[in-house]
């Protein structure tokens, strides 16, 4: 009762010391879910195939645009490299592919080689599938069609393609859009037809040292604490014309608002909590100095220090509860309203190029999805655990704070 009656007998002080902690919380809270909302957005494009970083090595621009060639964001990697990046410390698995253009005399294709055994990278695919059937790593000269391009040219799963000069038979149609926007193509081979196209087109040798079994852009999966150093080390496999891609290179791309809260935003967010605490500080100490008489009667009447601090102790412990709580809440408000937006995360031409020279030009790709904000069990354990050293130091203040209270001086002044 008497906690209770201390509490709402000086409603303004109570009040200012519970919203101190609660924006000082819903502050901390709010960032670190902004942050981690967008670092899921990041991951998105890659989350969409199922890996964790793309490798690619950029090569030159084509000698001419006839037959087959490679985009320049794309050149050869050859077996040795590939093995070399599959050893890396944190790399579990690794998915070649080819990717290609094809120009036709009438027509373009962009072709992407891979090996259907594999079930992440364009082995994704297989969820995509609307019509016909899958491929099948033992295929030959057989191929999958993405549904709005054979809607375009009027296929059909059955109906026969040719692609530089070889025929090859339709036996699926894939919707593309439901498997991600990167490494898109209009026509899907086994990886060993479209390695044995490119290992003899005039313009891929022209300028570039390919190999009957090379592959030109991998998917890795990696061990998630790894990610970043598996980065740095298939960078150093590749050389200086290295393009690898990982969560963290599509969060460069989000902006500089993303760039600064992920950077800053546990600092930004201490800050305030100690700004927060400040006030709680200055609210306890008004309410001993408010309260002098009142101490100086409890010690006179025979409390002793550690009772008048024990109660202190718990009106501030209720304080900075009900703060954490009332913070947890406002931020749990700001996470669902921040929820309700959308991330628009873009993709880089290299990871899925159209010719600049088009009817249309390169397409512009990205990826649209929710800002997942949410407060995970740990960041508001941790936020409450703010709020208790916060409690905790102001306690240990305390003590020498009400040993200075002389109940004769109080009481001879009064």
Do not use: C
């Amino acid at each position: 009762m008497y906690l209770f009656a201390e509490l709402t007998r000086r409603p303004f002080r109570t009040l200012t010391a519970v919203l101190s902690i609660a924006i000082g919380i819903a502050l901390f809270v709010s960032l670190q879910a902004y942050a981690a909302g967008y670092r899921a957005a990041a991951r998105a494009p890659l989350s969409e195939v199922g890996a964790d970083i793309t490798a690619q090595r950029q090569g030159d621009i084509p000698a001419g645009f006839d037959g087959i060639v490679y985009p320049h964001s794309v050149a050869p990697i050859h077996p040795d490299e590939i093995a070399q990046i599959a050893a890396i410390p944190g790399v579990e698995a690794v998915a070649e592919s080819l990717f290609f253009w094809s120009f036709e005399a009438d027509s373009f294709v962009a072709g992407l080689g891979f090996d259907p055994s594999v079930e992440f990278g364009p082995g994704r695919l297989q969820v995509g599938l609307i019509d016909g059937r899958f491929l099948t790593p033992t295929d030959s000269q057989v191929i999958l069609a993405d549904s709005s391009y054979a809607l375009q040219n009027g296929l059909a799963v059955g109906d026969g393609v040719m692609v530089d000069g070889r025929s090859f038979t339709i036996v699926g149609l894939v919707d593309t859009a439901r498997v991600g926007q990167i490494a898109n193509a209009n026509l899907y081979f086994t990886l060993a037809d479209a390695q044995a196209m490119a290992a003899v087109a005039p313009n891929v040798l022209a300028v570039h040292d390919m190999r009957p079994d090379d592959a030109n852009m991998l998917f890795i999966k990696a061990e998630q604490t790894q990610a970043e150093a598996v980065v740095a080390a298939a960078e150093a496999i590749l050389g200086e014309q290295a393009l690898v891609s990982s969560a963290e290179s599509f969060g460069e791309r989000l902006g500089a608002l993303f760039d600064l809260i992920d950077r800053f935003g546990v600092l930004v967010g201490l800050i305030a909590f100690l700004f927060a605490a400040a006030i709680l500080v200055r609210a306890i100490a008004a309410g001993v100095w408010e309260r002098r008489r009142e101490i100086g009667m409890m010690r006179a009447v025979g409390w002793r220090r550690r009772e008048i601090v024990r109660q202190l102790w718990a009106e501030m412990a209720v304080l900075t509860l009900l703060g954490g709580l009332v913070g947890l809440a406002l931020a749990g408000l700001f996470a669902f309203l921040m929820s309700r937006a959308v991330v628009t995360v873009p993709v880089p031409w290299e990871l899925s190029p159209t010719p600049h020279f088009l009817p249309g030009g390169a397409k512009e790709i990205a990826v649209v999805v929710p800002l997942a904000a949410q407060i995970t069990p740990a960041l508001a354990l941790t936020a409450l655990g703010l709020a208790v050293v916060a409690a905790a130091l102001v306690g240990l203040w305390l003590p020498g704070r009400i040993a200075n209270i002389k109940p004769a001086e109080v009481l001879r002044s009064e």
